[in-house]
T-cell receptor
Framework: DSGVTQTPKHLITATGQRVTLRCSPR?????VYWYQQSLDQGLQFLIQ???????AKGNILERFSAQQFPDLHSELNLSSLELGDSALYFC????????????FGEGSWLTVV | AQSVTQLGSHVSVSEGALVLLRCNYS??????LFWYVQYPNQGLQLLLK??????LVKGINGFEAEFKKSETSFHLTKPSAHMSDAAEYFC??????????????FGQGTILTVHP
């Protein structure tokens, strides 16, 4: 158990819908990262937050957004869903230092039908 | 910009044989290097990491990796494969310092199969 908690574990939704994925980081970790894992794109970095502020942005679509709340949990919002958004979405957390270990949750499986 | 190339999307070995998973990286600044393992239907678990110091890094489950700057490589090895090592392995790089704030760039992954 990495200490990073993600909900829901599985989600099936229809095209055009909106979903929210939730993440609780490890106790004491201020940084939260979101990654997308799909068969064709592999593991792609989406976005990072540190103590409530956006720190880095990767290949995140405009239809997607995220935030980190004062209690440090984070949410990834996916809207106008398309079939191609079906993927495993990982949340990860770390202490904000270079070279720090990033701990991953077990992921949220999203299936868009 | 950073990138990671894992040579071989599938590697198959016999139980007890040497495991060698290859990883080459590209980074414009000194890198930090990681190997993660993903078992079926599970998240990513850190096997080992290189930040500074000794270039031969030992990790969990008997794995080790050697950072070779001249070859821009960070290959993962294990002397004797076990059936429980069957999983997908990911090499990743992050920048030492800079503005990347520790985010990881992953390779495409290598699926390790272990035969009895």
């Amino acid at each position: 158990d990495s200490g990073v908690t993600q909900t829901p574990k599985h989600l099936i939704t229809a095209t055009g819908q909106r979903v929210t994925l939730r993440c609780s980081p490890r106790s004491g970790d201020l940084s939260v990262y979101w990654y997308q894992q799909s068969l064709d794109q592999g593991l792609q970095f989406l976005i990072q937050y540190y103590n409530g502020e956006e720190r880095a942005k990767g290949n995140i679509l405009e239809r997607f957004s995220a935030q980190q709340f004062p209690d440090l949990h984070s949410e990834l919002n996916l809207s106008s869903l398309e079939l191609g958004d079906s993927a495993l979405y990982f949340c990860a957390s770390s202490v904000q230092r270079s070279g720090n270990t990033i701990y991953f949750g077990e992921g949220s499986w999203l299936t868009v039908v | 910009a950073q990138s990671v190339t894992q040579l071989g999307s599938h590697v198959s070995v016999s139980e007890g044989a040497l495991v060698l998973l290859r990883c080459n990286y590209s980074s414009s600044v000194p890198p930090y290097l990681f190997w993660y393992v993903q078992y079926p239907n599970q998240g990513l678990q850190l096997l080992l990491k290189y930040t500074t110091g000794a270039t031969l890094v030992k990790g969990i489950n008997g794995f080790e990796a050697e950072f070779k700057k001249s070859e821009t490589s960070f290959h993962l090895t294990k002397p004797s494969a076990h059936m429980s090592d069957a999983a997908e392995y990911f090499c990743a790089v992050s920048e030492a310092g800079g503005t990347s704030y520790g985010k990881l760039t992953f390779g495409q992954g290598t699926i390790l199969t272990v035969h009895p």
